[in-house]
């Protein structure tokens, strides 16, 4: 049997860790071929411990001429671009709106947010000129309901699900399918125990405001992307798929205080 993504080139940015390294080691298990981007260094180890056919790059998601870049490495060294995850994001100081700086926003927005914009611009623009692909944007669960402290970035996450749902009526005549994976609260690198333990204790405090009772892990996230990337969700665009334990549902007729989100930040990429 040939892997899921078998003969397909995969750009994923924020590969060097977490939610991006996880999609980068299952995608490539399923025989894709691999652009690994990020701003951190990381990816470059990342590529290496997966070997031929994975490429790391650097990329500041914000900055046009590094995404350009970036398509353009999946173009020259594979020969075209067949699925982009726009993973790369960071959570931001969460404090309450008024407390929040012009800086604060620009600076969430323009990674969280104008990075999946021009993403999502350049990727299109290759896979229009190769017949189609599949674009994957991890965006959160703050931008569907309401997280306490989470207004700014909440709000560049909103703004994802809506390029995500737009774009995917822009093309989905010119068979490029656009969906998003909305994580919950992950135990990656914004939880600082997860830095130490690769999984919870069993004696950490389990989230009381999800209704499976655990933590997410990136590889929750990374099936996630994994089955919208593969042709098996051929019939599926502009969705935005939480992959949270209930927590959108269970607890989306709440008010600001919900249980477990107001103390951490939780989704890095």
Not at 8 to 34: D, H, N, Y
Not at 53 to 63: I, Q
Not at 138 to 159: E, L
Request: aromatic fraction near 6%; charged fraction near 15%; hydrophobic fraction near 45%.
């Amino acid at each position: 049997m040939t892997g899921r993504l078998q003969g397909k080139v995969a750009v994923i940015t924020g590969a060097g860790s977490g939610m991006g390294r996880a999609m980068a080691e299952l995608f490539f298990a399923e025989g894709a071929r691999l652009v690994l981007a990020d701003i951190s260094g990381k990816q470059l180890d990342v590529a290496r411990s997966l070997g031929d056919g994975a490429v790391g790059v650097h990329c500041d998601v914000s900055d046009e001429a590094d995404v350009k870049a970036m398509i353009a490495a999946a173009e020259e060294n594979f020969g075209r671009l067949d699925v982009l995850c726009n993973n790369a994001g960071f959570g931001g100081p969460m404090a309450p709106l008024h407390t929040q700086t012009a800086e604060t926003w620009d600076k969430v927005h323009a990674t969280n947010c104008r990075g999946v914009f021009l993403g999502m611009k350049y990727g299109i623009s290759s896979m229009l000129r190769t017949g189609g692909g599949v674009i994957v944007n991890t965006t959160s669960a703050s931008g569907v309901v309401g997280w306490k402290h989470h207004s700014v970035y909440g709000a560049a996450k909103a703004g994802v699900n809506q390029l995500t749902r737009a774009a995917a009526l822009d093309y989905s005549d010119r068979n490029i399918r656009i969906n998003a994976v909305a994580p919950g609260t992950m135990w990656t690198g914004l939880v600082q125990a997860s830095q130490t333990h690769a999984e919870p204790p069993a004696d950490f405090p389990t989230l009381a405001g999800i209704p499976m009772g655990r933590w997410g892990m990136a590889k929750d996230i990374a099936q996630a992307a994994l089955y919208l990337a593969s042709d098996e969700a051929a019939y599926v665009t502009g969705v935005i798929l939480p992959v949270d334990g209930g927590y959108c549902i269970g607890f989306s007729g709440m008010g600001a205080e919900r249980p477990g989100i107001a103390s951490v930040n939780t989704d890095g990429t």
